[in-house]
């Protein structure tokens, strides 16, 4: 338990009541819209702090991210869609998994395992590359995903939407795994795996010299980081009840990465920091643009506002601020250095 150190102990307890917080301010709002977007925030946490236990400590930038997600929404739905309604929602579906059906948080867990399985499969051989090679496998890893996922029509209905998930995700269930993602993701860094990884990030020679291996330290981060990815799959999925292949394609990748990019992807705060700057711009701007589009004050339609300010905003960052909100220093080392320095 010596990775419970004071820093994490206090960045933990910090978001504990920021999470908190959030919970208590839907409450007070009481409104069905406000509830969804938090709900997303959560979810949008567990995503952004899955993808920087493996970006942030490894220094390698990840597109098959979504693609995880996507493995854990659709298992996760598959194992929890009642036998009576697979056989309408998926009739082609294998009989052994048509007469399966398992409690949706169960189904959760199945998802993550399944995404976990297929990052350690895909990316094993991957995890020697570096720089830009690794990038653009990385790429393709969520073209193949997003490919099997549209043409295995029997399983997932293929590029139709996918229906008849029970909804399962409360408020309340969302913040609970959205928190212990947080816990995972501060004792992954301050672990041996997360300590020798950002050794091997920083300077890969002198880390193999003291006996780093930089292949199965990396492929051990994605694994983690897919399970995740899946546990927030499964999480919206139950959440959302019906989605499509192209749920989990470029426009979600391109999300997710500018919040750990305005965030910070060396740090767990920066993540976090960015999940919930991007989620309240994003939300914003779509009210924007629908504000826009039935004024009668404005004679012309603005599409793409959403995706245009947030090109804009991390443009803006990688130049004046390249490492993010959140460059290198946790919550906790903040705090303590602000209040508690020594004399």
Same mark, same amino acid.
């Given at each position: 338990?010596?990775?419970?150190?004071?820093?994490? *102990?206090?960045?933990?307890?910090?978001?504990?009541?920021?999470? +908190?917080?959030?919970?208590?301010?839907?409450?007070?709002?009481?409104?069905?819209?406000?509830? $969804?977007?938090?709900?997303? +925030?959560? *979810?949008?946490?567990?995503?952004? @702090?899955?993808?920087?236990?493996?970006?942030?400590?490894? &220094?390698?930038?990840?597109?098959?991210?979504?693609?995880?997600?996507?493995?854990? =929404?659709?298992? %996760?739905?598959?194992?929890?869609?009642?036998?009576?309604?697979?056989?309408?929602?998926?009739?082609?579906?294998?009989?052994?998994?048509?007469?399966?059906?398992?409690?949706?948080?169960?189904? #959760? !867990?199945?998802?993550?395992?399944?995404?976990?399985?297929?990052?350690?499969? +895909?990316?094993?051989?991957?995890?020697?590359?570096?720089?830009? =090679?690794?990038?653009?496998?990385?790429?393709?890893?969520?073209?193949? #995903?997003?490919?099997?996922? @549209?043409?295995?029509?029997?399983?997932?209905? &293929?590029?139709?939407?996918?229906?008849?998930?029970?909804?399962?995700?409360?408020?309340?269930?969302?913040?609970?795994?959205?928190?212990?993602?947080?816990?995972?993701?501060? +004792?992954?860094?301050?672990?041996?795996?997360?300590?020798?990884? $950002? =050794?091997? $990030?920083?300077?890969?020679?002198?880390?193999?010299?003291?006996?780093?291996?930089? @292949?199965?330290?990396?492929? !051990?981060?994605?694994?983690?980081?897919?399970?995740? =990815?899946?546990?927030?799959?499964?999480?919206?999925?139950?959440?959302?009840?019906?989605?499509?292949?192209? %749920?989990?394609?470029?426009?979600?990748?391109?999300? @997710? *990465?500018?919040?750990?990019?305005? &965030?910070?992807?060396?740090?767990?705060?920066?993540?976090?920091?960015?999940?919930?700057?991007?989620?309240?711009?994003?939300?914003?701007?779509?009210?924007?643009?629908?504000?826009?589009?039935?004024?009668?004050?404005?004679?012309?339609?603005?599409?793409?506002?959403?995706?245009?300010?947030? %090109?804009?905003?991390?443009?803006?960052?990688?130049?004046?601020?390249?490492?993010?909100?959140?460059?290198?220093?946790?919550?906790?080392?903040?705090?303590?250095?602000?209040?508690?320095?020594?004399?």
């Amino acid at each position: 338990m010596k990775n419970f150190g004071n820093d994490n *102990i206090i960045n933990i307890l910090f978001f504990l009541g920021l999470f +908190l917080a959030i919970y208590l301010l839907n409450i007070f709002m009481g409104t069905a819209i406000f509830e $969804r977007i938090v709900t997303n +925030l959560f *979810i949008y946490i567990i995503l952004v @702090v899955g993808l920087q236990i493996f970006m942030g400590n490894s &220094g390698i930038l990840s597109f098959a991210h979504i693609g995880y997600m996507s493995i854990g =929404a659709y298992c %996760s739905g598959i194992f929890s869609i009642p036998v009576k309604m697979k056989s309408m929602a998926l009739p082609d579906l294998y009989h052994f998994i048509q007469i399966t059906t398992f409690d949706p948080i169960i189904c #959760i !867990f199945i998802g993550g395992i399944f995404a976990a399985i297929v990052a350690a499969i +895909l990316t094993l051989p991957l995890m020697r590359l570096n720089d830009a =090679a690794a990038v653009i496998t990385s790429f393709a890893v969520l073209m193949v #995903i997003h490919s099997i996922v @549209v043409g295995w029509s029997a399983v997932t209905n &293929g590029p139709r939407t996918f229906f008849g998930v029970p909804k399962a995700t409360t408020l309340e269930l969302a913040m609970i795994f959205s928190f212990a993602a947080v816990i995972i993701a501060f +004792l992954y860094k301050k672990s041996r795996f997360g300590l020798l990884l $950002r =050794a091997t $990030r920083d300077n890969e020679v002198a880390a193999e010299s003291i006996g780093a291996n930089t @292949v199965y330290l990396r492929w !051990f981060a994605v694994i983690v980081s897919a399970f995740l =990815a899946g546990i927030a799959g499964g999480l919206w999925g139950h959440f959302i009840t019906s989605f499509s292949p192209k %749920s989990f394609y470029l426009r979600e990748t391109f999300l @997710v *990465i500018s919040m750990i990019i305005i &965030g910070g992807s060396f740090t767990v705060t920066g993540a976090i920091a960015g999940a919930l700057f991007v989620t309240i711009g994003y939300e914003f701007l779509r009210w924007t643009e629908k504000v826009i589009k039935f004024s009668d004050a404005i004679k012309f339609e603005f599409i793409g506002l959403t995706e245009i300010v947030l %090109s804009i905003t991390m443009i803006v960052f990688l130049v004046t601020k390249p490492k993010g909100l959140f460059p290198f220093l946790e919550i906790g080392e903040i705090i303590k250095q602000k209040f508690f320095k020594k004399e």
